[in-house]
Antibody
C-alpha cells in the first residue's frame, strides 16, 4: 500500500522559512523513474506545482518560485523535505506531496492528505 | 510556461447524464519522445486530488470506465458517460510534458442540478 504524509508547522510568520517533510511508504525513491513532488493549493484556489526530486537526485522547480525553494531526499528514511524561504501571506495554502513515476504514468499517481500552512504575523 | 485553460468552469449536471470538460493548451503537449503527457485529476470536496486519466486516455488503477479522455496536440477532453453523485468535485487537467514546469488548469466544478 502506497502512502504519503506531509508534516510541518501550521503557522509561520512573514519572512520566515517554511520546512515541510513528506514521509512515504510502499515504494522506494531509489527506484529508477520514481520521484516525489510538492504541489500547493490556496484556500478555494487551484493547484500549483512547486518542485520534484527524482530517484537520481535530479531536481525540478517551478520557474516562478524556484529561487525560494529547495527539495532534498533521504531515501533511507523514506523522506523528502521542501524548504521555502521568505514566506508571505499569499503562500497560505494546503501543501501536498505526491509520488511521480516517469516510467509509467509520468504523473502524480498517489497523494498525501495535505497540510494547511497559514502565513500570518 | 505552458498555460492550460478549461471550459466550462462550472458544470451543473443531472444524475445519469453525461458531462464533458475541455482543456486547451497554449502550446503542443507532444513530447520529444512522442508521448503526450496530459492528465486529468479529480478533487472531491475536502479530499486531496486523485489521478483519473494519464497520457490523454489511460485510466489509472481503480478508475471507473465511465471516465474517458481523448484529444491530441493542444485540445483535450474528459468525459463522464453517466454522472453519479460521487463524481461531484473539481476536475483539473495537468501537463507534465514540459519537465521544467508542470502546470495545472484552473479547474472545472461539477455538481448536481
Amino acid at each position: 500500500q502506497i502512502t504519503l504524509k506531509e508534516s510541518g508547522p501550521t503557522l509561520v510568520k512573514p519572512t520566515q522559512t517554511l520546512t515541510l517533510t513528506c514521509t512515504f511508504s510502499g515504494f522506494s525513491l531509489s527506484t529508477h523513474g520514481v520521484g516525489v513532488g510538492w504541489i500547493r493549493q490556496p484556500p478555494g484556489g487551484a493547484l500549483e506545482w512547486l518542485a520534484l526530486i527524482y530517484w537520481d537526485t535530479d531536481k525540478r522547480y517551478s520557474p516562478s518560485l524556484g529561487s525560494r525553494l529547495a527539495i532534498t531526499k533521504d531515501p533511507s528514511e523514506n523522506e523528502v523535505v521542501l524548504t521555502m524561504t521568505n514566506m508571505d501571506p499569499v503562500d497560505t495554502a494546503t501543501y501536498y506531496c505526491a509520488r511521480y513515476v516517469a516510467t509509467t504514468t509520468a504523473d502524480f499517481d498517489y497523494w498525501g492528505q495535505g497540510t494547511l500552512v497559514t502565513v500570518s504575523s | 510556461d505552458i498555460v492550460l485553460t478549461q471550459t466550462p468552469r462550472s458544470s451543473p449536471v443531472t444524475l445519469g447524464q453525461p458531462a464533458s470538460i475541455s482543456c486547451r493548451s497554449s502550446q503542443s503537449l507532444v513530447h520529444s519522445d512522442g508521448n503526450t503527457y496530459l492528465s486529468w485529476l479529480q478533487q472531491r470536496p475536502g479530499q486531496p486530488p486523485r489521478l483519473l486519466i494519464y497520457k490523454i486516455s489511460n485510466r489509472f488503477s481503480g478508475v471507473p470506465d465511465r471516465f474517458s479522455g481523448s484529444g491530441a496536440g493542444t485540445d483535450f477532453t474528459l468525459e463522464i458517460s453517466r454522472v453519479e453523485a460521487e463524481d461531484v468535485g473539481v476536475y483539473y487537467c495537468m501537463q507534465t510534458t514540459q519537465t521544467l514546469g508542470f502546470t495545472f488548469g484552473p479547474g472545472t466544478r461539477v455538481d448536481i442540478k
